[in-house]
């Protein structure tokens, strides 16, 4: 699924949602184009690592509010992201760890997530042209093969 957040206070479009991957990661383009500066990222020890064994590049880590944007059930949490220099389709991803903290059930068929808030269910979309979008740049870009292992079971 593809989604659009608020990520400190800027509208990010293009975040895959992705059960698969067990941290949540902002590509360095996005941070940059939120106008964060990269002296406030946290050193990070260990590089993220994908199934297939290929590191990807990090630079650090940033904890950041995510929200969703649908009034009045708006939910606020803060998501400790992995800041990566690795160019694809998609702006972030938000993984497991984010997932589970919100408690999201994630349907497929319904193209669609669901999480509570106080204020009851609510209900996040995927964004079909965006999905779209992304699917095509990684296309034109012979980007899929690169894609899939950086966008899958990082441990």
Avoid at 15 to 39: E, H, K, N
Avoid at 40 to 62: D, N, Q, T, W, Y
Avoid at 85 to 106: F, K, P, R, T
Wanted: aromatic share 8%; proline share 3%; with cysteine.
């Amino acid at each position: 699924m593809v989604i659009t957040a608020k990520i400190a206070d800027t509208v990010v479009k293009r975040l895959l949602v992705d059960t698969g991957i067990s941290c949540d990661v902002l590509f360095l383009f996005a941070l940059q184009q939120m106008g964060i500066d990269t002296s406030k990222l946290e050193e990070s020890l260990r590089p993220l690592v994908s199934f297939m064994g290929h590191e990807a590049p990090m630079l650090g880590s940033i904890s950041l509010t995510v929200v969703n944007r649908e009034e009045p059930k708006v939910l606020t949490t803060m998501v400790n992201l992995f800041i990566i220099d690795v160019v694809l389709a998609y702006n972030g991803i938000l993984g497991q760890l984010s997932l589970n903290i919100i408690a999201v059930v994630v349907s497929t068929l319904h193209q669609m997530m669901k999480f509570p808030t106080w204020e009851g269910i609510s209900q996040v979309c995927n964004y079909q042209k965006e999905a779209r979008a992304c699917y095509f740049i990684a296309i034109w870009k012979g980007g899929v093969v690169k894609a899939c292992l950086f966008t899958r079971a990082f441990l």
